[in-house]
């Protein structure tokens, strides 16, 4: 099996393991699916810190607002009296006004706290110190822990506007977020290695050999625009000396300092 460590930029992400024979199609996805899976854990783990410390999400007609103001405009909390924490709620006001402060006790709390730590551990990046590869089964595993400690601690759920509810039905919208420009579509995945595109048409070992122990740093970033030169900067080839060569001459392009 051919030892991949996946990078994005330089920044240190996951190992992964590929017979060599494996189609670079196949491979890209695979990446893909890793990779933005850690992403979605991520996220939610980062969103039930939120709830273990103030609850479910308020309705967005009253995010942000204060009291008199939503007393003012008599708005109402419905989903807030439905979705109760299991043994009872301590309010512990939300100051950025996201959450309805109706905390879980801190028994339940710790439930969330635990599962949360855990799941970071299955996809972290210390994984990869440890040479421990990660796979989708795993991603799903620490998904699924998130879950079921979600449902343990509500366990008539959270509203369908809550983006921990959204994150499991896969309705999550992070469309003008940070979390969104991370995020690598399947389709548009690409996978370099030694300053090289892996073209999704041929296999792995069309460009590593027939070592089924080769180990390998392979890069994974979305598909560049045609003529898109700032893409290009920030590619993993950006540095190299034959691109700037290629692109002698061609006044659009600018070469910063990286």
């Keep these: 099996m051919v030892l991949l460590h996946v990078k994005r930029g330089d920044e240190s992400q996951f190992l992964l393991q590929a017979p060599g024979s494996t189609e670079v199609e196949e491979l890209t996805v695979q990446v893909a699916r890793v990779y933005n899976g850690r992403l979605k854990v991520q996220r939610l783990c980062s969103e039930m810190e939120e709830l273990a410390e103030h609850g479910i999400f308020l309705p967005p007609n ?5 009291d008199d103001q939503i007393e003012e405009l008599k708005l109402k909390d419905e989903w807030g009296e439905k979705c109760v924490p299991s043994g009872g709620a301590v309010f512990k ?52 822990q998130l879950r079921g400690a979600v449902m343990i601690v509500y366990p008539m759920g959270l509203p369908p506007y809550d983006p921990i ?45 027939k070592n ?32 700037k060569r290629h692109f002698h001459g061609v006044k659009d392009i600018k070469w910063r300092p990286r």
Excluded: H
Aim: charged share 35%; hydrophobic share 35%.
């Design 165 to 209: 509810r959204m994150e499991f039905e896969n309705k999550e919208d992070l469309s003008g977020t940070q979390a969104g420009l991370n995020v690598i579509k399947e389709s548009e995945a690409q996978l370099w290695w030694a300053a090289k595109e892996l073209r999704r048409t041929k296999k792995l070992s069309d460009y590593v050999g």
């Design 212 to 243: 089924e122990k080769t180990k390998i740093i392979a890069k994974i970033q979305q598909r560049l625009e045609e003529n898109d030169d700032d893409a290009c900067l920030n590619s993993p080839w950006a540095d190299n000396t034959a691109l």
């Design 62 to 66: 009253m995010q942000g607002l204060t």
């Design 93 to 144: 006001k939300d100051d950025i006004g996201r959450r309805n402060g109706q905390a879980p006790n801190e028994k339940m709390k710790q439930v969330l706290k635990k599962t949360i730590e855990e799941a970071k551990a299955i996809i972290s990046k210390k994984q990869v110190e440890a040479g421990v590869c990660v796979t989708m089964e795993m991603v799903k595993d620490a998904l699924d």
